[in-house]
């Protein structure tokens, strides 16, 4: 199989880095898949989007991730976001609050959240 190495770093921690099959992210152009090989790009990740991490030995990872960049080498990709939090660690309660928000990065933040955990649930 396959495989890019890649890593996805918020501000404030390393969420995760290792080799990956697949490796999908919301851009301000639309989602991108990066596959081993990739032509070379610089994107502008979304302000409410999702990242999905297929590593090639483990389950498929998703996280939410507020603003960024996607680097994209054809032997990595990195992703570079302003906020990022897993699927798994979202407080669903605290998250729907957040999307309420008037305060509009809490709310956009709060909408990434809630997009990666209905993503988990449907993969």
Same mark, same amino acid.
């Given at each position: 199989?396959?495989? =890019?190495?890649?890593?996805? $770093?918020?501000?404030?921690?390393?969420? !995760?880095?290792? *080799?990956?099959?697949?490796? #999908?992210?919301?851009? =301000?152009?639309? %989602?991108?898949?990066?596959?081993?090989?990739?032509?070379?790009?610089?994107?502008?990740?979304?302000?409410?989007?999702? $990242?999905?991490?297929?590593?090639?030995?483990?389950?498929?990872? =998703?996280?939410?991730?507020?603003?960024?960049?996607?680097?994209?080498?054809?032997?990595?990709?990195?992703?570079?976001?302003?906020?990022? @939090? !897993? @699927? #798994?660690?979202?407080? $669903?309660?605290?998250?729907? +609050?957040?999307?309420?928000?008037? &305060?509009? &990065?809490?709310?956009?933040?709060?909408?990434? %959240?809630?997009?990666? $955990?209905?993503?988990? *649930? +449907?993969?």
């Amino acid at each position: 199989m396959a495989e =890019i190495a890649a890593e996805l $770093v918020a501000v404030e921690r390393v969420l !995760w880095s290792g *080799k990956a099959s697949i490796v #999908t992210a919301q851009t =301000i152009e639309g %989602e991108i898949g990066v596959l081993p090989g990739h032509e070379p790009m610089l994107g502008q990740l979304v302000d409410n989007g999702v $990242v999905t991490i297929t590593p090639v030995d483990g389950d498929k990872l =998703i996280a939410a991730c507020h603003g960024g960049f996607l680097s994209v080498s054809p032997e990595k990709v990195t992703i570079l976001a302003d906020y990022a @939090a !897993w @699927a #798994t660690e979202v407080d $669903v309660d605290s998250a729907e +609050e957040d999307a309420q928000s008037s &305060d509009e &990065d809490v709310k956009t933040r709060g909408e990434a %959240e809630l997009r990666a $955990v209905r993503r988990m *649930k +449907e993969s």
